[in-house]
């Protein structure tokens, strides 16, 4: 489980399953941090695998501080987050390894193959365990018992199918099969499979989970904002779990380079921040008026819509191998009150109740149009005011209906012209 002592972590970008992975450096820690030095082909390209912070130059570079379990903020991307954690720190402890005593290299080792974007890392440390279930009732109600402490016989499968998986709510990687039949191998995903993501509920969500964020995506794609496809998969048991499809895995055997917003200008997600933030990170990304356009139609949506959950990783962008940067599709959008009712990115200096007027100065201040500003709210509130029709569709029960539309009319109130 832990790197022989001295053996350097090699980190590599696999953008094609099929072909060679293009190594990207060599990682070792000195003093609590952890050092990075590119590769000569990394170098010779050279591509902008962090993003923004460490350009591909010779020499080592170490990271910037310990925000990061002293990692660089782009490969603590690849390591599993609040439930891929916890499914990581159980399957280790039946294996007599306390995860505490592992280093965030020998962390990154353990993800291997398996982690989310095109990033892979050598040696790795751990083979996954074969998996023996695709119930996904038997492994929803597992979660919920590893939650409360308990230990049954699905944890080693819910371990693999988690990945280096990210977000706090448990979660499976599986594949979709042309005729929708769900598939694995290994913990990645069979060939000629669909990769997906399969949410399952945290406890302190509604047991209508799956249909709110459902019924969010609907009305998030009627609001002009790009996502992946989703679907509402059936449940024996309760009103379905929400599904996704991975945008880091555009096709089988491609994957994309995936950096979160924290991950790129290394702001802990916990951390609260702004979207003058993420506007300015977005165009010097990307470069893109058009995902900078997004970003701010993403704003305007999780402000109206109340998703109040918008930290720095819940933004991402994706790099493919001609190097190029774009913003990433929106993705957990979800109705959610925020820590003390704030936004954790601010808008103007508004993380509470931000109005239409500090919207439209942010939008000037990166040089948008005031006439795009206006299309872009009145497009964004014309699909919230639909939130009933999405909502029963999508089978969201009748007492989170009322409670969201309530507050929906709360923020609308402050947007109108
Ligand atoms: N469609 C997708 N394609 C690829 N990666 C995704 C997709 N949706 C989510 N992710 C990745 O998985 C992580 C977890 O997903 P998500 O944010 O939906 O889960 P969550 O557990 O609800 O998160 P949170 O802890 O923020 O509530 C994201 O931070 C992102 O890195
Ligand atoms: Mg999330």
Same mark, same amino acid.
């Given at each position: 489980?832990?790197?022989?002592?001295?053996?350097?972590?090699?980190?590599?970008?696999?953008?094609?399953?099929?072909?060679?992975?293009?190594?990207?450096?060599?990682?070792?820690?000195?003093?609590?941090?952890?050092?990075?030095?590119?590769?000569?082909?990394?170098?010779?390209?050279?591509?902008?695998?962090?993003?923004?912070?460490?350009?591909?130059?010779?020499?080592?570079?170490?990271?910037?501080?310990?925000?990061?379990?002293?990692?660089?903020?782009?490969?603590?991307?690849?390591?599993?987050?609040?439930?891929?954690?916890?499914?990581?720190?159980?399957?280790?402890?039946?294996?007599?390894?306390?995860?505490?005593?592992?280093?965030?290299?020998?962390?990154?080792?353990?993800?291997?193959?398996?982690?989310?974007?095109?990033?892979?890392?050598?040696?790795?440390?751990?083979?996954?365990?074969?998996?023996?279930?695709?119930?996904?009732?038997?492994?929803?109600?597992?979660?919920?018992?590893?939650?409360?402490?308990?230990?049954?016989?699905?944890?080693?499968?819910?371990?693999?199918?988690?990945?280096?998986?990210?977000?706090?709510?448990?979660?499976?990687?599986?594949?979709?099969?042309?005729?929708?039949?769900?598939?694995?191998?290994?913990?990645?995903?069979?060939?000629?499979?669909?990769?997906?993501?399969?949410?399952?509920?945290?406890?302190?969500?509604?047991?209508?989970?799956?249909?709110?964020?459902?019924?969010?995506?609907? /009305?998030?794609?009627?609001? @002009?904002?790009?996502? #992946? %496809?989703?679907?509402? &998969?059936?449940?024996?048991? =309760? *009103? +379905?779990?929400?599904?996704?499809?991975?945008?880091?895995?555009?096709?089988?055997?491609?994957?994309?380079?995936?950096?979160?917003?924290?991950?790129?200008?290394?702001?802990?997600?916990?951390?609260?921040?702004?979207?003058?933030?993420?506007?300015?990170?977005?165009?010097?990304?990307?470069?893109?008026?058009?995902?900078?356009?997004?970003?701010?139609?993403?704003?305007?949506?999780?402000?109206?819509?109340?998703?109040?959950?918008?930290?720095?990783?819940?933004?991402?962008?994706? /790099?493919?191998?001609?190097? @190029?940067?774009?913003? #990433? %599709?929106?993705?957990? &959008?979800?109705?959610?009150? =925020? *820590? +003390?009712?704030?936004?954790?990115?601010?808008?103007?200096?508004?993380?509470?109740?931000?109005?239409?007027?500090?919207?439209?100065?942010?939008?000037?201040?990166?040089?948008?149009?005031?006439?795009?500003?206006?299309?872009?709210?009145?497009?964004?509130?014309?699909?919230?005011?639909?939130?009933?029709?999405?909502?029963?569709?999508?089978?969201?029960?009748?007492?989170?209906?009322?409670?969201?539309?309530?507050?929906?009319?709360?923020?609308?109130?402050?947007?109108?012209?």
């Amino acid at each position: 489980m832990k790197l022989a002592p001295g053996t350097p972590l090699t980190a590599s970008l696999t953008f094609n399953e099929d072909q060679g992975p293009l190594p990207v450096g060599r990682l070792a820690m000195a003093g609590g941090l952890a050092q990075l030095e590119w590769s000569p082909e990394l170098i010779a390209a050279p591509m902008p695998v962090s993003a923004l912070l460490y350009p591909p130059e010779p020499g080592l570079h170490p990271a910037r501080g310990r925000d990061f379990d002293g990692l660089h903020g782009f490969l603590s991307d690849s390591l599993p987050e609040g439930w891929g954690y916890l499914v990581m720190r159980r399957r280790l402890s039946k294996l007599g390894v306390a995860i505490e005593t592992l280093s965030a290299l020998d962390r990154l080792a353990l993800v291997g193959d398996h982690g989310r974007g095109a990033l892979t890392y050598r040696p790795p440390t751990a083979p996954p365990p074969e998996v023996d279930s695709l119930d996904l009732d038997a492994l929803a109600a597992e979660s919920t018992a590893i939650l409360a402490g308990e230990e049954g016989d699905l944890a080693d499968t819910l371990a693999t199918l988690a990945g280096g998986s990210g977000g706090a709510r448990p979660k499976v990687h599986v594949g979709f099969d042309a005729e929708g039949r769900i598939s694995v191998s290994d913990g990645e995903t069979a060939a000629g499979h669909e990769a997906w993501i399969v949410k399952f509920a945290a406890t302190n969500d509604p047991p209508d989970i799956g249909p709110i964020e459902a019924a969010y995506a609907a /009305m998030a794609l009627a609001a @002009g904002l790009t996502m #992946a %496809p989703y679907r509402l &998969l059936p449940s024996k048991t =309760g *009103p +379905g779990y929400f599904a996704t499809r991975r945008f880091d895995r555009p096709e089988p055997v491609r994957r994309l380079h995936m950096v979160s917003l924290s991950g790129a200008v290394e702001v802990p997600w916990r951390t609260p921040a702004s979207y003058d933030l993420f506007l300015r990170a977005t165009l010097a990304i990307t470069r893109h008026a058009d995902d900078l356009h997004a970003a701010f139609r993403r704003m305007v949506f999780n402000v109206l819509a109340s998703n109040r959950d918008d930290h720095t990783r819940q933004h991402s962008y994706l /790099m493919d191998e001609t190097g @190029g940067w774009r913003l #990433a %599709p929106a993705y957990d &959008l979800t109705y959610s009150a =925020g *820590p +003390g009712g704030e936004h954790y990115l601010d808008v103007e200096g508004e993380g509470k109740n931000p109005t239409r007027e500090q919207a439209r100065s942010l939008g000037r201040r990166h040089g948008l149009p005031d006439r795009l500003i206006d299309t872009i709210i009145d497009e964004v509130r014309a699909a919230l005011g639909d939130w009933a029709r999405f909502a029963e569709e999508a089978g969201v029960t009748k007492a989170s209906r009322a409670e969201i539309a309530a507050a929906l009319k709360d923020v609308a109130a402050r947007f109108s012209p």
